[in-house]
């Protein structure tokens, strides 16, 4: 079992180049959500996917779109990179029960992308 | 507006001794918490959780305290060990998960 992985594991983009960032978990979960980790400000949540077929917003969603391509992955696209998305992407999965968030996540190793 | 704040950026602590790292929350409608913990290059790992409906959940050496009232949870580690060092989050839930900004915890041989 890979759990969540990642790709790609860093990256370079000049302002205004697109770029997927693309996730797979091997844990037939459910959810699946794209954070971003920035220095002084935690673990923030960009989207997230409760069940194939569907995305929502989190705290931070704006410059970025997704796809719940099937159960497995779940993408994270930058039309137009900006210096303020440099950050530490992390992609996560969660099992489904009951109440959605009642679950703990598990998380991919990170993509570390840079914005000149 | 963090929701989920951890007001100590750094902890370091002698092994052996007790690790005490804490968090505040300011939604009282949170009623379920998470710790994780993370290592350089790597993805944040579960930890221990609590629901609201408990004030206290033990893990081995790690031991997580729920002070509803004061919207307070901390997370003991004891003994701590060297390889207990990195960063630990707190987490709560609300519609969406909310980190804290996480503290980073040294544990000195």
């Known amino acids: 079992n890979a759990g969540v992985t990642q790709t790609p594991k860093f990256q370079v983009l000049k302002t205004g180049q697109s770029m997927t960032l693309q996730c797979a978990q091997d844990m037939n979960h459910n959810s699946m959500y794209w954070y971003r980790q920035d220095p002084g400000m935690g673990l923030r949540l960009i989207y997230y996917s409760a069940s194939e077929g569907t995305t929502d917003k989190g705290e931070v969603p704006n410059g970025y779109n997704v796809s719940r391509l099937n159960k497995r992955e779940f993408s994270l696209r930058l039309e137009s990179a900006a210096p303020s998305q440099t950050s530490v992407y992390f992609c996560?999965?969660?099992?489904?029960?009951?109440?959605?968030?009642?679950?703990?996540?598990?998380f991919g190793p990170g993509t570390r992308l840079t914005v000149l | 507006d963090q929701q989920v704040k951890q007001n100590s950026p750094s902890l370091s602590v002698q092994e052996g001794r007790i690790s005490i790292l804490n968090c505040d929350y300011t939604n009282s409608m949170f009623d379920y918490f998470l710790w994780y913990k993370k290592y350089p290059a790597e993805g944040p790992t579960f930890l221990i959780s609590i629901s609201s409906i408990k004030d206290k959940n033990e893990d081995g050496r790690f031991t997580v305290f729920l002070n509803k009232s004061a919207k307070h949870l901390s997370l003991h580690i004891v003994p701590s060990q060297p390889g207990d060092s990195a960063v630990y989050f707190c987490?709560?839930?609300?519609?969406?998960?909310?980190f804290g900004t996480g503290t980073s915890l040294t544990v000195i041989p």
């Open positions: 996560a999965s969660s099992e489904r029960r009951q109440r959605i968030l009642y679950n703990e996540q598990f």
């Open positions: 987490a709560s839930i609300g519609n969406q998960f909310y």
